[in-house]
Structure formats: structure tokens, C-alpha cells
């Protein structure tokens, strides 16, 4: 599976109402959870929120990438979120967060969330992507940044 096939039409906001981190965590876990890829929200909030306390996923450059890998999670995939007022995220570079991405994968996963990871953070360093997922509006014009 290509991180490309891990985001669907259906689990992406691009206004997010949240205003704390915490309440990101829910609102994307809650677009997972209604797309039918996740079984248990709360458990899966766990397994997202321990990595937390590991250190914080807010990357910097407005960007976080939560994840957790939990036997709640059916299928692995990612929900995307964009604040356009910015959420204090706890980030690398103690500025607000817009742009969330949050990986899901099953408990036996091997290392899917790894590569997803890898190639997101990878996209997000060129200022024009972060720029163009400032401007997305539609699923379609998201997807093309990731082809």
C-alpha cells in the first residue's frame, strides 16, 4: 500500500473547528472513525497520545504528523486536517501548527506508518507543497500533491 492510497475523500477537513491539540487528535480520530477505519476511538487516542509523550509530532513549519498503531485501527490509513487559524501544537519550533496528518495502522503492522512518515515529512520540506496544501480545496487537488 502507497502512502497515496492511504488518504480518501473522506477523512480530510480543511477546516478544522479544533483549538487545542488535543481536540485535533479527536476531530481527525473522528473522521477515521466515521470512514469505518478505526473500531475504538478511545483506544486508539491512547496509542496516539502515549507517542505524544514520547515528544511531540508537531514537526515545525506548521506541520504535525500524529500517529499510533493500535489493534483498534482496521486498515491503515491517514486523515488530514488544516487549521486555518493554527493550533499550539507543541511544536519543534514552538510555532502553531496548520497542516495534520495522522497515521493509523493496525498493531501488526510492520513498518507502513514508517514509510508514510518518511515520505510526508519528505513532501513537507519544499515550501510549495506546504504552500499548495495551504490553498487545497477539493480531495482531488490534495491527492495530486502526493502523486
Given at each position: ?12 477537513s ?5 483549538s487545542n491539540?488535543d481536540?485535533?487528535?479527536?476531530e481527525?480520530i473522528q473522521?477515521?472513525?466515521d470512514?469505518g477505519k ?9 496509542a ?5 509523550e514520547?515528544?511531540s509530532?508537531?514537526?515545525g513549519m ?7 498503531k493500535s489493534n483498534?485501527v482496521?486498515?491503515?490509513s491517514?486523515?488530514?486536517?488544516r487549521?486555518n487559524k ?5 511544536s ?10 495522522l497515521i493509523a ?6 513498518d507502513?506508518?514508517?514509510k508514510?512518515l518518511?515520505e510526508i515529512s ?5 515550501t ?5 496544501l495551504?490553498?487545497v480545496?477539493?480531495f482531488e487537488?490534495f491527492?495530486?500533491?502526493?502523486k
Amino acid at each position: 500500500m502507497t502512502t497515496k492510497d492511504m488518504f480518501s475523500k473522506n477523512r480530510i477537513s480543511f477546516d478544522l473547528k479544533a483549538s487545542n491539540k488535543d481536540e485535533v487528535i479527536k476531530e481527525l480520530i473522528q473522521l477515521l472513525y466515521d470512514d469505518g477505519k478505526i473500531i475504538d476511538k478511545e483506544k486508539f487516542r491512547e496509542a496516539v497520545l502515549k507517542r505524544e509523550e514520547e515528544f511531540s509530532t508537531g514537526i515545525g513549519m506548521g506541520i504535525a504528523i500524529p500517529h499510533g498503531k493500535s489493534n483498534a485501527v482496521k486498515e491503515a490509513s491517514i486523515a488530514f486536517g488544516r487549521s486555518n487559524k493554527g493550533i499550539d501544537y507543541e511544536s519543534m519550533d514552538d510555532k502553531p501548527a496548520n497542516l495534520f496528518f495522522l497515521i493509523a495502522v493496525p498493531e501488526e503492522s510492520s513498518d507502513v506508518h514508517l514509510k508514510a512518515l518518511s515520505e510526508i515529512s519528505r513532501k513537507l520540506m519544499h515550501t510549495e507543497i506546504r504552500e499548495k496544501l495551504f490553498k487545497v480545496q477539493s480531495f482531488e487537488e490534495f491527492i495530486k500533491i502526493f502523486k
